[in-house]
Nanobody, 119 residues
Framework: VQLVESGGGMVHAGGSLRLSCAAS????????MSWFRQAPGKGPEGISG????????YYADSVKGRFTISRDNAKNTLFLQMNSLKPEDTALYYC?????????????RGQGTQVFVSS
């Protein structure tokens, strides 16, 4: 199993970024997927999840209305569209293969991509 995130970077507050997570080594379409983030000096936070078919999604209150999770099962890729970014969104973002939807439980995760939002 391999999960590789990309798309992070530095943006000004109010800006947007689109994160991608390329999955390989397993049948992507058979697994719920999640996004987590970990800000400096804080514990990990589960921010979004999506079911295998993409019909159900979950968002933490901290990102609801600003972030959108999606997936392309044909391309084995998970996405996170992040709009109206705030400085408090600065964190390492990583995707994970969920064991249950919705929960913070997962069995594999990627290394992450760094997002920095300046004020």
């Amino acid at each position: 199993v391999q999960l590789v995130e990309s798309g992070g970077g530095m943006v000004h507050a109010g800006g947007s970024l689109r994160l991608s997570c390329a999955a390989s080594g397993f049948t992507f379409s058979s697994y719920h997927m999640s996004w987590f983030r970990q800000a400096p000096g804080k514990g990990p936070e589960g921010i979004s999840g999506i079911t295998t078919d993409g019909r159900s999604t979950y968002y933490a209150d901290s990102v609801k209305g600003r972030f959108t999770i999606s997936r392309d099962n044909a391309k084995n890729t998970l996405f996170l569209q992040m709009n109206s970014l705030k400085p408090e969104d600065t964190a390492l973002y990583y995707c994970a293969r969920a064991t249950v939807f919705w929960s913070v439980s997962y069995d594999y995760r990627g290394q992450g991509t760094q997002v920095f939002v300046s004020s």
